[in-house]
């Protein structure tokens, strides 16, 4: 969960709910009632709404599977909606209301609504075997890991957009037997990492451009990984024909600094978080999808909480962030970011012990008259929270 109180592992036709602090199970979550038990049922990945008051969780039988809802609060079922056939993984927006579902088998990314647990739209992807999905930080754009492709059997990260539900690109990668699994973002999201177990190398791709920039290499099937952000460290899983260990990775320098060994077949991987309690943006201003209007070189107070007083050092390194969008569309106009140099010495910062909010003063140029412009609070807990505007 968010908040690192609770760990929830698939197992079966059930859920487990654990405690890290005792490392013992707490409850167990019978998912029977959404897709009677067969043979070869199973639970899928799970995921979190970034407050942590929901999970969703993939189960499938040998003809379907169900995305679930569950209330962290009660553990109790809350809804559920069929996602197609065979179903690899599964990944929610940052702000939580949408969760994309990638189809191993009917070439496809299902796009849920959260809120009324429905499918809204289907994207075609015209690739198989679809083994890892992931959104942006952003949320503007969805990665989705093919291990194989129907243009010249080649791997690829297939690009979409979720403005407008659509592939934008294909970032190739290798060939029909690169095996592509796992995928993590850098903290502002500039870069994506896929690590590639057939060449042994983790692929680093610039987001903006949507291109392979460089590789990290010295791994020995690399099949997923996980990024401390905060500490600047990747953690690699390594297949290693059965000899597996968990790779240390200094992110500064590409270099592998330990090894964790002791695991036969080390699949996955995940770390602890710590999120914000983020509560905003509070009114006058509107979250997405809502478009708020101003004058252009205004100055706009834009108001938040994170439960408590968390210090001025909030921000991620660069952040926030300005880019222009299309005002129909919300697809970014070009790759230009903007940030405000308020940043630098969070003068443009404040908090407010009395009503337990802060207030960060958003400093517009009157050149963006006629544009829409996407506001994107980047925080140092690896979350993203975006409002839009529309200036006069």
């Not at 890892?132 to 990260?157: E, K, L, R």
Request: hydrophobic share 35%; aromatic share 8%.
């Amino acid at each position: 969960t968010p908040d690192g109180s609770q760990v929830w592992i698939g197992g079966g036709r059930s859920v487990y709910v654990a405690s890290p602090t005792t490392d013992t199970v707490t409850t167990t979550i019978s998912l029977d009632s959404v897709v009677p038990p067969t043979d070869s049922s199973s639970i899928g990945k799970i995921v979190f709404d970034p407050t942590g008051s929901y999970a969703y969780v993939l189960v499938s039988d040998n003809s379907a599977t169900d995305l679930v809802k569950i209330s962290t609060a009660t553990d109790a079922i809350v809804g559920s909606v069929s996602v197609g056939d065979i179903v690899q993984s599964l990944a929610i927006s940052p702000d939580g209301s949408t969760i994309y579902v990638s189809s191993q088998s009917s070439e496809s990314v299902s796009v849920v609504n959260t809120a009324s647990l429905t499918v809204s739209s289907v994207v075609y992807t015209g690739a198989s075997s679809g083994l890892d999905i992931a959104v942006s930080p952003d949320g503007s754009q969805v990665y989705v890991t093919y291990s194989q492709d129907f243009n010249g059997y080649q791997s690829d990260v297939v690009v979409i957009s979720t403005a407008t539900d659509t592939v934008t690109t294909r970032i190739p990668i290798g060939a029909y037997y690169d095996v592509l699994r796992g995928m993590a973002f850098s903290s502002n999201g500039s870069t994506l990492y896929v690590p590639d177990a057939a060449t042994n190398v983790v692929n680093e791709i610039s987001t903006s451009t949507n291109t392979v920039t460089g590789t990290i290499g010295g791994f020995q099937s690399p099949v997923a990984i996980t990024l401390d952000n905060a500490a600047g460290t990747a953690y690699v899983s390594n297949l290693n024909a059965g000899n597996g260990y968990i790779a240390v990775v200094d992110m500064a320098s590409g270099a592998i600094t330990d090894t964790i060994p002791g695991f036969d077949y080390p699949g996955a991987t995940s770390i602890a978080t710590n999120h914000y309690a983020f509560n905003g943006f509070l009114p006058p201003v509107s979250a997405p999808p809502a478009i708020n209007e101003a004058h252009a070189g205004q100055a706009i107070p834009l108001r938040f909480s994170l439960n408590g007083n968390q210090g001025l050092n909030i921000f991620n390194s660069g952040a926030p962030t300005v880019q222009q969008v299309d005002c129909a569309t919300g697809v970014p106009v070009n790759a230009d970011t903007l940030t405000d140099a308020a940043t630098s010495d969070n003068s443009g910062l404040h908090y407010d012990a009395a009503n337990d909010t802060y207030t960060y003063v958003w400093k517009t140029d009157k050149a963006w008259s006629g544009t829409c412009q996407q506001f994107s609070l980047g925080l140092n807990d690896g979350s993203t929270h975006t409002v839009t505007f529309q200036f006069k």
